[in-house]
Structure formats: structure tokens, C-alpha cells
């Protein structure tokens, strides 16, 4: 903390300094000829383009340039630009979207996401496709903070990413690329040609293409993703306007992955010692020295050892929608229709929390339409409109962890729909106020059947004749770790192949047949029985909403906006494959925000500054425990409580026209009021006090962890952002421009078992470029360098069910050289 006070102060030195030379620099400046006020970034958060310094919201926007100069090519890295946001990477290819603690770590499809993702005007009910790999020709993104629970789609609790792609531009043809390489063998390639046709129409299409080499020795965190949009826009008069759109994406390679920290093995207290491993973070888990180390360790309830992992992981997943955008004016204000539909397909292995190995195979369509009228009647400017939304996933995955291998089959269906209104009432000149409501009706069907096979040393627990479970050290006089005494259970998708190669392979009888129910397979070596489960889920259920905004809004001087704001948000309920946790409720909240935006000393100085509170009931968790027969689940929960709280300061200022300095600061507490976790051995190792509930799950009793008290998950009690850049004029057609870009976060948690391991410590991370340009921005050379300090840190860690302690590292020190142009 106190190398974060010492940069502060340094940085309020050097605003202080700026703003104490900036009349006569600025006076020097303008007598050149030079303008050098603050750039101004355009917006649309609010259903209608306005500065982002007049938008009276929590918003933080970033222009395509500006992701651009500092090497972000991908929604993992827009935490370089927004200090409030984390984005999680735990495996598989969902990407966990965390914005001031709210979020939800998941792999699992059916799980909404908490911080609403949106392409090109359209909501995503995936954070996945093309979110994780639009970042290219961009205009801008907005990241919004807070509920949305109006304007926006659905489902906003937490706040909204919007990626806008820049759109075709009528009577301009031309077109621009950028080309890097570094080190790793990285290409990152992006291009786009607008061609005018005739006065009224353009036609604007780019792609890119992303790959580097591996940064594990196991060949994952490699990058393959490909990627190509297509815009056609027609504007036949003054007040209307038609734009249609198409985009691919796939993403192919090993994609994200693990490595071993060390394991947890349980004590003769009941408790767990953790016995780290000297892995350096460039190992990954699939190298003869990582999985002969796995091969060391038990793993619960067979107790057998682990086998090494039986495949490489791999990413298949290919995304592409198209959506339409059409506006036109009329007597009752400007219309706007969006019609939209998105379509996915995943076919990926991965290793995640140590798997062995996890295969999902998931098709997913999305459609969806919204209509909005909105216009000005005498004092009052007003949004009203109505939203569709529509949704089918059909999946069949398997998570297998040797010993026991959950089988999901399951259909889910969502429609949602939503009725929404706000007024603005400009009182005076300068004082407005703002009222809201929408409805929101949200319907999901899910379909599924999960069979969970789980060997249980000795035998399964309950069943008449049976010993019950043996646990070491008991089982090793068993025979459970003895070699070749437990079957170690392949990657199959359903219960016919799984029971046949169980009955090939001469592990149980040769008259056994899978049957529609639930079994125990006695194997023919007396070590251990197999629990074949049958749980199917069968339901459905509605979920309705009234979320309201109100607002007040007052201009202190031309420069300076001053507002308060109480909204409230809502995210639907839903269902889960998982034994004795079928579905989970409805979660709330209600945030209240102070904020203030300023432009001081002729545009060279911004101070905005926000302070929020929120509240939150029934927040929607997810974490690893253990259904009724023991056997591990990810399930969706509902927290008691919350509480969020904090203020954000974003500063920039531009002393001299060829200088711009930056600072954005956040100080955040988030903590849960009342959390309660429920599990039972071996799958209870978590840092929280416990009760016994009285219940059993698969032969153990069932605790309730009391975690009230704790951090909301990637939550930093701080965060910094700096940056720094410097134009120096060579002559009339060159100049080079210098920029250094560096971010501090706070310690933070990143798993609800909240083990010392999954506390991320604090950490800075930094950038430098500097390029060699046209001064009118036709082209650049520029040499850059992403995390200087060379530090690869574990931003995901992950308590694996197996019981080890992984973690997902993030990139080494990257380089390299980068070319830009536009003609």
C-alpha cells in the first residue's frame, strides 16, 4: 500500500505541477496554432449519441485509437482501460465477467451472466464469441457501471460492456490495417475497406487473424482466433437510415490453461494440509514432470491414484450472428428497430480445475428484437420501447475427474420480453430530472439428465450390504490405490458406452445393461462399487420484474455536471443439473450513485469523480460442492446479502498540446453480509466456520459454512491506473510519440473456498510504446512492450475438486513491432 500512496502522490505532484504551468503553456500553444484540448468521445449508453461528459451515469468509454495504442486485442486485457472491471478465465471458453465484485465464475452454459455483454447494439447471453473476440476496427467500448435495468437488454445487475465496431462511413472509400509481431512467433493482423456506393449507401468489411505460439510447456496458452465482420448501410434520406450486419468468429488452438500449485491432503484433525509443488507458472499440467506429480495424488472416493491426462486439451468453437440496425424519424420521434440472431457451437476439451478431461459439446442459438421511440415534447425528452429475447442451448458435456464422471444431457430454453419507458424533464436551462421503469418477464424450460459415475472405495455409502466408504488410511489396506484396482473412466458423453466398456474392459458383470434409473456396480474385484446415478430435470418457471430509475441532473457551469441517481436491477432465476439443487431464485439490487464530470482550463483539464452504494439480496454465486450422493457439482446459489461501496476518481490533463497525462483511481469495499456454503467431505476444504446441518451426502454430514463477513470474489480494495504520453515533432510530416501506461491492483480473492492460495496478491503491471508517425495519423511504426515487469500472475486461481490448488496464469513479457496505416 505504501508504494501505491508514494505513486498517488507523485502522480498529484505532477497534475498539480501541470495545472500550475498550464495558462502560459496553453497561451504558447494556441498562439502556434497548435489546438490541444481534450478529445471528446461520443456515446450511446443512453439510447441516444451525446459526450460521455454529459452522460449523468457511471460509464467509462474508451475510443477504438485509444484500445489500439495500448495493444488491447481482446476483452481479457480491457482492465488495462477500466479499473472497475475483472475478467476471469477459468476454463473452457466462457470468459467470467466481474465488475466491482459482481460477477459469476462458471463454465457451465446455462448460468447468466451478471455483467451484461452487447455486440453492436445487441445483448449476448453468452460472455463468449463475439465478445471475447471482437476487438477489431472498433469505435469504441462503453463500459457501464452499476444496474441497467431500463435502457439495457436484460438481466444488468452489475453493470454492461458495449462493443461498438466502427460503422461504414457514406461517401469515403478507403481503408486501414494493422500488422504486429513479437516474440513467441505473435501475429496480430486487422483490417478494414469502407467503399462508398454512390451518394447513399457504404459498404465497410474487416477481419482479423491472432495467433502466438504456447506460453506453457504443455502447449497451452496459445492463441489461434480468426475473425470477420460485414456492414452494409443505406441512407436514402435525412431521417432514415438502414444498416445490416454479419459476423464469424472461431477459435481454435489449446486455448487456456492450468498449472499445479500444490494439493491439499486431508489431516487426522479433519481438517486439510496444503503440500505446495515447485512448478515455475510456464509448466501447464500435461508435461511428463506435471503428470507424474498428478500421478502422486489420490483422488476421492475411489482413493485410487491419478492416472496422467488422457488427451491434449483443445478449442473448437466457431460463432456468427447478424443483426440489422433501422432508424427512422417520425412525428412522434426517431424509431429504431433491432432485429438480431446469433448462433454458436463449441466442441472443446479442456482441463480447467484439473480434469481429465472436460468435454463440451454446446449449441447455442440467440434471437432477439428491440424497438425504441424516442423524442422531446415540450420539456420532456423520453425513451419508450419493448424488447424480445430468445434463447436454446443444447448441450452434452462430461467433466470427468477419473473417479467420477458427471454426463449433462440437457435443452434449456429461455424467452424474455420487456416493456420499458424513461422521461427526462428539463425543469430549467440547467436542472433536469429522470424516471424509469421497465418490466421484465423472463420464462426458462430446462430439459436435462445428469448420470454421475462414482467409484466408492469399499462401497457405496447407505446401501444395504454394503461396507460403505473406506477412507484413507483405511484404503489402502483395501486395495483402492493398489495398481490396476480401480477403473479409471474414459471421456464417453453417455451411460451405454460407459456401462459397455465398464462390462468390455471386465471391471463388473458381463449381464450388466444400462438402465434408466439409478445402479450400483459392484466391481468383480471386491475393492470398490460404482453409483451410476440418474437425476433427470424436468422443469420450468417465470420470473417477472419491475425495475425503476430516478435521477436528478444539474449543470454547475458549461463544463460541469453534477447527478444522483437510485436504480434498482433484476436478474432471472433459473434451473441446473445438479441432484438436490435443481433450480435457484431471482436475484436484486438497489445502487445509489453521486457523480460529478468537469472539463476545467479551456478544455485541458477532466476531473470526473462517482460514489456509489449498493445493496444487494439473493446475489446468484457459484462454486464446487457435493449433491446428495456425494458426487461434486458446480452449482448456482443464491447469498444472502451484500454490500458494495466506494468511489472512483478518473482525472486526465493536458499541460502542454503534445503532452496528456492520466489517472484513474477506485477505492472499493465489498463484502457479503450473509453467505452461506453447503457441503460435505471430501469436497469441504474452505476457510470459513461451520455448523453440521443435520444432513448427509454421500456417507458424510453436510456443513454450512458461514462466510458472511468475507470479499465479494475480485474485489481490490484499490486500484490505479496511470498513464503518461509524450509527442515529440520531428518535422512537418513526422513526429514520435512516447506513451507508458501502468496499473496497481489490490489484493483480492479469487475462489469462494477462500484458501490462502486463492488470495491474488497486489500487483503492477506495465506498458510502454513508442512510435515513430504521420502527424495526421495516415500511418505509424511502433515498438511496444506489455507487461514490463516480466511477472506471469495468477489471476484465476482455481480449488480444484481433486484437491489441487491451480492456477491460470497470465502472459509473460510480450514485444514487438507494430505497423498501422490508413489510406
Not at 38 to 61: G, N
Not at 217 to 232: A, E, V, Y
Not at 431 to 452: Q, S
Request: aromatic share 12%; with cysteine; hydrophobic share 35%.
Amino acid at each position: 500500500m505504501r508504494s501505491v500512496l508514494l505513486a498517488s502522490t507523485a502522480v498529484v505532484g505532477v497534475f498539480a505541477g501541470a495545472l500550475a504551468v498550464m495558462p502560459a503553456r496553453a497561451q504558447t500553444a494556441d498562439q502556434a496554432g497548435q489546438g490541444s484540448g481534450l478529445a471528446e468521445i461520443v456515446v450511446t449508453a443512453q439510447r441516444k449519441e451525446e459526450s460521455v461528459q454529459k452522460a449523468a451515469i457511471a460509464i467509462d468509454a474508451v475510443s477504438g485509437d485509444a484500445l489500439a495504442s495500448q495493444g488491447i486485442t481482446s476483452a481479457a486485457q480491457i482492465t488495462k482501460a477500466v479499473p472497475a472491471l475483472s475478467l476471469a478465465t477459468p476454463g473452457g471458453n466462457v470468459t467470467s465477467i466481474f465488475l466491482r465484485g459482481v460477477g459469476n465464475t462458471t463454465t457451465s452454459s446455462w448460468n447468466d451472466p451478471a455483467v451484461t455483454p452487447n455486440y453492436d447494439g445487441v445483448v449476448l447471453g453468452r460472455a463468449s464469441g463475439a465478445f471475447g473476440a471482437s476487438f477489431y476496427d472498433l469505435a469504441r467500448i462503453e463500459v457501464l457501471k452499476g444496474p441497467q435495468g431500463i435502457l439495457y437488454g436484460r438481466n444488468a445487475t452489475g453493470g454492461a460492456v458495449n462493443i461498438i465496431p466502427a460503422r461504414p462511413k457514406l461517401g469515403e472509400t478507403g481503408g486501414g490495417f494493422n500488422v504486429s509481431y513479437g516474440n513467441y512467433d505473435a501475429v496480430n493482423a486487422d483490417g478494414y475497406v469502407n467503399l462508398a456506393i454512390g451518394d447513399t449507401s457504404a459498404l465497410r468489411i474487416s477481419g482479423m487473424r491472432q495467433i502466438h505460439d504456447p506460453y506453457n510447456r504443455d502447449g497451452t496458452d496459445d492463441l489461434k482466433r480468426s475473425g470477420l465482420r460485414g456492414q452494409f448501410l443505406f441512407e436514402p434520406r435525412d431521417g432514415l437510415s438502414l444498416r445490416i450486419g454479419a459476423d464469424w468468429t472461431h477459435l481454435g488452438g489449446k486455448g487456456i490453461g492450468a498449472n499445479y500449485l500444490g494439493s491439499y491432503v486431508p489431516n487426522a484433525s479433519g481438517t486439510y494440509d496444503f503440500v505446495p509443488v515447485s512448478f515455475d507458472p510456464s509448466e501447464g499440467i500435461n508435461t511428463t514432470a506435471a503428470n507424474a506429480y498428478r500421478q502422486t495424488q489420490l483422488g476421492a472416493p475411489g482413493f485410487g491414484f491419478l492416472a496422467a491426462l488422457n488427451r491434449d486439451q483443445s478449442f473448437n468453437s466457431t460463432y456468427w450472428g447478424v443483426n440489422a440496425e433501422l432508424n427512422v424519424d417520425t412525428g412522434l420521434g426517431k424509431l429504431t428497430v433491432i432485429p438480431a440472431y446469433r448462433k454458436s457451437k463449441d466442441r472443446t476439451f479442456f482441463y480447467a480445475v484439473a480434469f481429465n478431461t472436460g468435454n463440451t459439446n454446446e449449441d447455442t442459438a440467440q434471437a432477439s428484437l428491440e424497438a425504441r421511440l424516442s423524442g422531446k415534447r415540450g420539456i420532456f425528452d423520453y425513451v419508450l420501447g419493448g424488447f424480445y429475447f430468445h434463447e436454446k442451448i443444447k448441450a452434452d458435456n462430461e467433466y470427468n475427474q477419473e473417479f467420477v464422471l458427471p454426463i449433462q444431457r440437457y435443452t434449456q430454453k429461455t424467452d424474455s420480453w420487456a416493456a420499458f419507458g424513461q422521461l427526462t424533464a428539463h425543469l430549467s436551462d440547467r436542472f433536469r430530472l429522470v424516471g424509469g421503469l421497465r418490466y421484465t418477464h423472463d420464462h426458462k424450460d430446462m430439459n436435462g439428465l445428469i448420470n454421475n459415475f462414482i467409484t466408492f472405495c469399499g462401497g457405496v455409502p447407505g446401501v444395504p450390504g454394503s461396507p460403505g466408504l473406506i477412507t484413507p488410511p483405511g484404503s489402502f489396506a483395501q486395495g483402492c490405490a493398489a495398481p490396476g484396482a480401480l477403473p479409471h473412466f474414459p471421456n464417453f458423453l453417455n451411460t451405454g458406452d460407459m456401462i459397455n466398456w465398464l462390462v468390455a474392459n471386465g471391471w463388473i458383470s458381463s449381464t450388466t445393461t444400462d438402465q434408466p434409473n439409478a445402479q450400483v456396480l459392484p466391481l468383480l474385484n471386491g475393492v470398490a462399487q460404482i453409483l451410476k446415478t440418474y437425476n433427470p430435470v424436468i422443469a420450468d418457471g417465470s420470473y417477472s420484474r419491475v425495475t425503476w430509475k430516478a435521477a436528478a441532473e444539474y449543470d454547475l457551469a458549461p463544463g460541469s455536471l453534477l447527478y444522483a441517481s437510485v436504480e434498482s436491477g433484476y436478474r432471472a432465476g433459473g434451473f441446473q443439473l445438479a441432484e438436490g439443487r435443481p433450480s435457484y431464485r431471482p436475484e436484486y439490487i438497489t445502487a445509489y450513485t453521486i457523480g460529478s464530470k468537469n472539463r476545467f482550463f479551456n478544455n485541458r483539464v477532466q476531473l470526473n469523480i462517482e460514489a456509489f452504494y449498493w445493496k444487494y439480496r439473493n446475489q446468484q454465486i457459484n462454486y464446487f460442492t457435493v449433491d446428495t450422493s456425494g458426487a461434486l457439482i458446480s452449482s448456482t446459489e443464491n447469498a444472502g446479502r451484500s454490500t458494495i461501496k466506494g468511489f472512483d476518481i478518473d482525472a486526465i490533463v493536458k499541460p502542454a498540446s503534445r503532452t496528456t497525462l492520466n489517472a484513474k483511481v477506485q477505492y472499493l469495499k465489498a463484502q457479503y453480509d450473509d453467505l452461506h456454503l453447503f457441503t460435505a467431505a471430501p469436497r469441504d476444504n474452505f476457510n470459513c466456520p461451520f455448523t453440521y446441518t443435520g444432513q448427509i451426502a454421500g456417507g458424510a454430514p453436510v456443513k454450512d459454512l458461514n462466510c458472511s463477513g468475507k470479499p465479494l470474489l475480485y474485489s481490490p480494495k484499490w486500484t490505479v491506473n496511470l498513464g503518461a504520453e509524450q509527442v515529440v515533432p520531428i518535422n512537418d510530416r513526422l513526429e514520435i510519440a512516447g506513451n507508458v501506461n501502468t496499473a496497481w491492483r489490490d489484493s483480492q480473492y479469487g475462489g469462494f473456498e477462500y484458501l490462502p492460495f486463492e488470495h491474488i496478491p497486489a500487483y503492477w503491471t506495465t506498458d510502454l510504446g513508442l512510435s515513430l508517425r504521420q502527424p495526421d495519423g495516415r500511418w505509424a511504426m511502433t515498438g511496444f512492450i506489455l507487461n514490463l515487469e516480466n511477472k506471469r500472475r495468477d489471476l484465476s486461481p482455481q480449488a480444484s475438486p481433486i484437491g489441487f490448488a491451480i492456477a491460470h496464469y497470465s502472459a509473460p513479457r510480450t514485444y514487438g513491432v507494430r505497423l498501422s496505416a490508413d489510406f
